[in-house]
């Protein structure tokens, strides 16, 4: 299984953001690493489908489910962990699977508490308990541990290394510490 990225532009305006960018990506963790306004949330938002390349292609996506943790957590706040994962997960929802990856992250005691009572970090774990719990071939993760203090980033890597066997799994991240944990393969554009 392979994802290509091929001579990938993406502009705003006048503004390039994404010029000639080319990369493969196979199964195991790859971490983007790039300063701040280099295009790595564009070119998430690319390969989600969520914006249009100016030039070049995507290939691979056809036929595989993608699942992602967004920049923003991108909960219902009024449901408690279970409530959201049920609303994005529907009929694959395991509540034995979710239990013990809830428990992985840290989050088995949160009971019934709705998710506007959550902390930062509590939002992000759940954020990303979903999009692992998704049954996707590529997993594609902004920014994932923002938020979490060092136990709960190890944990969380854990996690990702764990649940993301076998899949694509591309993360953004500022942390060299991250793509360490993670023991990802890093790509700098």
């Known amino acids: 299984m392979e994802l290509k990225v091929e001579n ?10 994404l010029d000639g960018v080319s990369f493969t990506l196979r199964q195991g963790v790859t971490c983007l690493m790039a300063p701040s306004g280099a295009g790595k949330t564009t070119l998430l938002r690319l390969l989600l489908g969520l914006e249009r390349p100016d030039g070049g292609q995507i290939t691979g996506l056809a036929g595989r489910r993608i699942s992602a943790v967004f920049q923003e957590d991108r909960l219902l706040p009024g449901l408690d962990a279970e409530g959201n994962l049920r609303f994005v997960l529907g009929a694959d929802y395991d509540e034995g699977r979710a239990a013990e990856l809830l428990g992985e992250l840290g989050l088995s005691d949160v009971g019934g508490k709705a998710v506007r009572d959550y902390s930062g970090g509590m939002r992000r774990r759940l954020a990303l308990a979903r999009a692992l719990l998704f049954p996707c071939d ?5 920014e994932p541990f923002t938020g979490l203090d060092p136990e709960n980033r190890r944990r969380a890597a854990a996690c990702v290394r764990r649940h993301g066997a076998g899949k694509i799994v591309f993360v953004v991240t500022h942390e060299a510490s991250d793509a360490e944990a993670l023991e990802a393969e890093i790509l700098r554009i």
């Open 138 to 142: 590529i997993l594609l993760l902004d």
């Open 8 to 17: 990938l532009t993406k502009r705003y305006g006048g503004r390039t953001v």
